[in-house]
């Protein structure tokens, strides 16, 4: 089992520009999460879809936008990439639901630097 | 509204000596506890959780964690510091099954342990 998977794992791109963070998670769980790290600031959840067909806004949704594409795809949307959009994502997916706790799996992110 | 402090960005121990990183929450509920390790350009990995039933856990790498209730602490502790234990390391807290919330994961600020010779 490769577990969560993220791609690409560096880009830069210029202020205006817009890309797409693509997710894949292969343990067949319901729930999937994108955070962001920045220096100082621990983790903070910016989307989440608690099951396939589902998307919520998390702690700092502005400037993104989700799709959950199937149970296994979970990707993240930079329509006009900002400066202040510089950081690393991660993806994570947890088997909430057919557990009581939120057991959350984590892929090995993506650097993304804006110009 | 649940919250977790972690008590220090850096701590720097010597190889051998005791690890102790601190861990304070806040909820209204009995919570969920986890602490995640993060090795420098990796993702997070889970070092051990709290979900019911004994107060002390152990987790992987010879790290463990005491649920204290009345201090409402979740402290991690290693008795002997190893060089490949440096890293940055996460407190989270979840509240899932309680007054509708998602139980979705709520992060500390982090942890860099720093194992010198």
């Known amino acids: 089992n490769a577990g969560v998977t993220q791609t690409p794992k560096f880009q830069v791109l210029k202020t205006g520009q817009s890309m797409t963070l693509q997710c894949a998670q292969d343990?067949?769980?319901?729930?999937m999460y994108w955070y962001r790290q920045d220096p100082g600031m621990g983790l903070r959840l910016i989307y989440y879809s608690a099951s396939e067909g589902t998307t919520d806004k998390g702690e700092v949704p502005n400037g993104y936008n989700v799709s959950r594409l199937n149970k296994r795809e979970f990707s993240l949307r930079l329509e006009s990439a900002a400066p202040s959009q510089t950081s690393v994502y991660f993806c994570?997916?947890?088997?909430?639901?057919?557990?009581?706790?939120?057991?959350?799996?984590f892929g090995p992110g993506t650097r993304l630097t804006v110009l | 509204a649940q919250s977790v402090t972690q008590l220090g960005s850096h701590v720097s121990v010597s190889e051998g000596a005791l690890v102790l990183l601190r861990c304070n929450y806040s909820?209204?509920?009995?919570?969920?506890l986890f602490w995640y390790v993060q090795y420098p350009n990796q993702g997070l990995q889970l070092l051990l959780k709290?979900?019911?039933?004994?107060?002390l856990v152990k987790g992987i790498n010879g790290f463990e964690a005491e649920f204290k209730k009345s201090e409402t602490s979740f402290h991690l502790t290693k008795p002997s510091a190893h060089m490949s234990d440096a890293a940055e390391y996460f407190c989270a807290v979840s509240d899932l099954g309680y007054g509708g919330s998602q139980g979705n994961l709520i992060f500390g600020k982090g942890t860099k342990l720093s194992v010198k010779p």
């Open positions: 909820s209204s509920v009995p919570p969920y």
């Open positions: 343990m067949n769980h319901n729930s």
């Open positions: 709290y979900t019911t039933g004994a107060t």
């Open positions: 994570a997916s947890s088997d909430l639901g057919t557990r009581l706790y939120n057991e959350q799996f």
